[in-house]
């Protein structure tokens, strides 16, 4: 049973063109989203987050929003530029025991950021 | 510093083999966590340590086995592995509920090859 579901496996974009990332969850007891970027050989580099309460968060070139109703979040990503080329991860918090937080990732979805 | 460290980079063991994974953070955060991760999949959860206690087991097999000796360190100790464990072993770590959004901070990954 796949609680967070990345439908798209790839996306391609032309540099300077925005990047648009999608992720659908099942579980209402997620209360944080969050996007995780990752290369090759290295570990999760986290992007930026959201709390189930809002409908959206800015940083910089990246912003997610959230439709807490459709239980869908985007990430969107202006301009694209070629560094971003990478494996991006929607990941869905929730409390677990311990008071540690337990992270339920995405697929991921390969984006190419075309020169 | 938002760094996690892992050693090795690289380990490549016999099935008779026992060796030990290292995860270190200096970031003052009470939870840490064990990952498999597999090839062109998400990251999957096995372990999670919070205030020093293993607070979730996600069923792993016994020849996986955590220790966190003190707050900054985490281990995994690995005894009679299979091929099917050949894998990327990250370690993460993250502040606790009520501390934020708890985002996890991943290390490099150890790249685990059983042969």
């Known amino acids: 049973d796949q609680q967070v579901k990345q439908n798209s496996p790839s996306l391609s974009v032309q540099e300077g063109r925005i990047s648009i990332l999608n992720c659908d969850y099942t579980?209402?007891?997620?209360?944080?989203f969050l996007w995780y970027k990752k290369y090759p050989a290295e570990g999760p580099t986290f992007l930026i987050s959201i709390s189930s309460i809002k409908d959206k968060n800015e940083d910089g070139r990246f912003t997610v929003f959230l439709n807490k109703s459709a239980k869908h979040l985007s990430l969107h990503i202006v301009p694209s530029q070629p560094g971003d080329s990478a494996v991006y991860f929607c990941a869905a918090s929730r409390i677990s025991s311990g008071s540690a937080r337990q992270l339920t990732f995405g697929s991921g979805t390969q984006l190419t950021v075309l020169p | 510093d938002t760094e996690v460290t892992q050693t090795p980079k690289h380990l490549v063991m016999g099935m008779t083999n026992k060796k030990s994974l290292k995860c270190e953070q200096h970031?003052?955060?009470?939870?840490m966590y064990w990952y498999k991760q597999k090839a062109k999949k998400p990251p999957e959860l096995m372990f999670v340590?919070?205030?020093?206690?293993?607070?979730i087991n996600e069923s792993v097999p016994s020849r996986f086995s955590p220790e966190c000796p003190n707050s900054s360190l985490l281990n995994l100790h690995l005894h009679a592995l299979q091929p099917e464990d050949s894998a990327l072993y990250l370690c993460a770590s993250s502040q606790l509920f009520g501390q934020g959004v708890g985002e996890q901070y991943f290390g490099p990954g150890t790249r685990l090859t059983v042969t």
């Open positions: 970031m003052g955060h009470r939870a």
């Open positions: 579980n209402s007891m997620f209360d944080y």
């Open positions: 340590y919070s205030y020093e206690k293993l607070s």
